[in-house]
């Protein structure tokens, strides 16, 4: 690899990381190209010679940001707990701390409504990754054919669960929304004994 390749691709690597910091802190429509540089330590006229366009830029970045994080979760529910990693996922996405987290770690309560009004190509990437949080989740259940069901619900009450909490965190019903969700979540996900 040339020099120049090699600086090519730390710009491009450091565009990536600042994208994705904004991604998580403001969601996508509230964070600019010239933000995006300027968190990377480059000048705006540098943009385009690694990106067609913000929605490309901001495409890759969910992607990249939500399937690292949700891996990360995953590989360290496993090793933590390698008979119940699917309730051990949701303990940790249920958490206080990650709730709590000075930069969010999950960009879905960040970018949905986002998402929501901008469309496409937003909408085919998180589609695309969220199909993958289900099927991995599934397979953390088990073969059976009505985990993938029990997937999409323990991720939607995941999301709206953490979601609702960071909206009123430091109140009593921010804590309740946790641990009540916890609470049935471990029910849902429980083991099924035929």
Sequence with gaps: MTQKTEQKQKSHDAILASAATLLLERGIQASSIMD?????????GGFYGHFESKEHLFT????????TVWNKLLHKAKEDAPDAPAL????????????DAVTPTCPLPS????????????????????QQFVQSYAD???PNARHR???LAAVALMYGALSLSRAIRGTKLSDDFLEAAKKWGAQLVAKEDA
């Excluded at 995006?36 to 705006?44: C, D, E, F, I």
């Excluded at 890759?60 to 399937?67: D, I, Q, V, W, Y």
């Excluded at 051990?88 to 709730?99: A, G, Q």
């Excluded at 949905?112 to 998180?126: F, K, Q, W």
């Design 149 to 151: 069901e029990k997937a």
């Design 111 to 130: 970018i949905t409504a986002d998402v929501a009004r901008s469309g496409e190509p937003y909408r085919g990437a998180l589609e695309s990754e969220l």
């Design 36 to 44: 995006v540089m300027k968190g990377a330590g480059l000048t705006v």
């Design 60 to 67: 890759e970045t969910l992607r990249g940001t939500a399937r």
């Design 88 to 99: 051990k996922v949701l303990e940790r996405y249920l958490s206080r701390k990650h709730r």
């Design 140 to 142: 953390l259940l088990g």
